[in-house]
């Protein structure tokens, strides 16, 4: 029996053989791929409980007691800042018998489940337990709420649910060749947030993301108008297999705004970028937490599949904090200031949705087959390629970048 998992069902080696030749000669992945429930159940396994995911910024929760709920990937989740100021991430299952304790956002003390009024502290430890005293052999310290292993990364909250998994930093640790550092994320905070549930497969969103072929047809009035196809570069050099991509638009000083214009604080270390570095990067750490700097603005884009072909995308635009505070403040200059970025944004974003849900229509044929790519979709085939190699054939398994750990 062949080696590749999927493929006594519906995806053969030969197809996924295709797609791992190089890019000019590859094919795209099989269609099925972005439908099957069960490539899609792969995919959670292999991929969603390995590697990190993005649940939004530190200053989300930003007092002891902030707390937001969210289903991540199926999995319900409690972020909170405890009472000593310190992120975590519960799962959000009372351990009495499965109820949710927590839903939607807010300040709590403790969470209380409704159902049977087990109290849990902010850490997550269970401090109340009625009527228990007649239960043997029952101890609360052995039924906190699950944690799930969380760390900050540039002012993001990052989750991954494999509690043996290495630092964000490690997973991404080539992608600071670039630099990202200089765009002070940290010290950026987020003015507007807009959310989105779209009709269509993570993949398909994600090879959007990372591609500029379609940058004239789909944006021809947006970002073909400031930042061009032809001045997008990718850096095929790079080592292959990596869980990330990345690639700039090299239009030094550019900026989010619907002119491309620059209206805030330039973070002055870009400039100390190398030219080939300077510009717009746009990049992506797998499977679904993106980002596009620009040297006053940052946007983030967190991507939470919720089916085969369905998933909803979280974006945030950051500016410089003192900025944002203004914002916040009514200052009606940096209000209208703003409001150029803010406009923009929804624009652009309104033409990728549109497009990767009518994508998704056509993938969903039966008769639909593997397309190709071309040289403006490099990262496209690499991000495919990191899915088979982690997803589709276990015996290439190869976590965090090429660590050298496998999934157990
Ligand atoms: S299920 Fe939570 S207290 Fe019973
Ligand atoms: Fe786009």
């Known amino acids: 029996m062949s080696p590749t998992m999927l493929s006594t069902h519906l995806v053969s080696d030969e197809q996924l053989d295709a ?3 190089p890019p000019l000669e590859a094919a795209t992945l099989p269609t099925e791929c972005y439908w099957s429930p069960e490539i899609y159940r792969a995919e959670v396994e292999r991929i969603f409980h390995h590697y990190w995911l993005c649940v939004g910024r530190a200053e989300d929760v930003p007092q002891p007691g902030d707390y937001l709920t969210m289903d991540l990937v199926g999995e319900p989740i409690i972020v909170v ?5 310190e992120v975590r991430v519960h799962l959000n299952v009372c351990r009495h018998r499965g109820c949710k304790v927590a839903e939607g956002n807010g300040k709590a003390k403790t ?6 009024g087990w109290m849990y502290g902010l850490n997550g430890e269970l401090r109340g337990v009625p009527d228990f005293k007649e239960t043997r052999n029952f101890k609360k310290r052995d039924y906190p709420l699950a944690p799930i292993k969380a760390e900050l990364w540039d002012g993001f909250i990052m989750v991954n649910f494999d509690a043996d998994a290495a630092p964000f930093a490690e997973q991404v640790s080539n992608m600071q060749l670039f630099g990202l550092e200089k765009y002070r994320m940290s010290e950026q905070l987020t003015t507007h947030r807009w959310e989105w549930d779209l009709g269509c497969n993570w993949k398909v969103y994600v090879e959007n993301y990372i591609e500029e072929y379609h ?4 944006h021809p009035e947006t970002f073909q108008a400031v930042t061009p196809m032809k001045g997008w570069r990718e850096f095929p050099e790079l080592p292959q297999g990596q869980p990330w991509d990345v690639m700039i638009g090299q239009f030094p000083g550019v900026s989010l705004s619907d002119t491309g214009e620059a209206m805030f604080p330039v973070t002055p270390e870009t400039a100390e970028l190398p030219p080939e570095h300077q510009g717009m990067p746009i990049w992506m750490s797998y499977p679904g937490f993106g980002v596009i ?4 603005s940052s946007l983030y884009y967190l991507l939470h599949p919720t089916g085969p072909e369905r998933f909803t995308l979280r974006v945030g635009l950051m500016l410089p904090a003192e900025t944002a505070r203004a914002y916040a403040d009514g200052d009606p200059e940096v209000t209208a200031a703003c409001e150029q970025y803010a406009r923009n944004v929804p624009t652009f974003m309104a033409e990728d949705n549109q497009v990767t849900e009518l994508q998704q229509a056509g993938l969903r044929s039966r008769f639909a087959t593997q397309g190709r790519y071309c040289k403006h979709e490099g990262l496209a085939w690499s991000f495919n390629k990191w899915v088979v190699d982690t997803a589709y054939r276990p015996s290439g398994l190869n976590v965090n970048g090429g660590n050298g750990r496998a999934l157990r």
């Not at 940058?215 to 789909?218: A, I, S």
């Open 215 to 218: 940058v004239p047809w789909v």
């Open 293 to 296: 700097n620009a040297v006053d």
């Open 81 to 85: 800042r405890d009472g000593d100021g």
């Open 19 to 21: 797609q791992a030749r």
């Open 111 to 116: 969470f209380r489940c409704p159902y049977h």
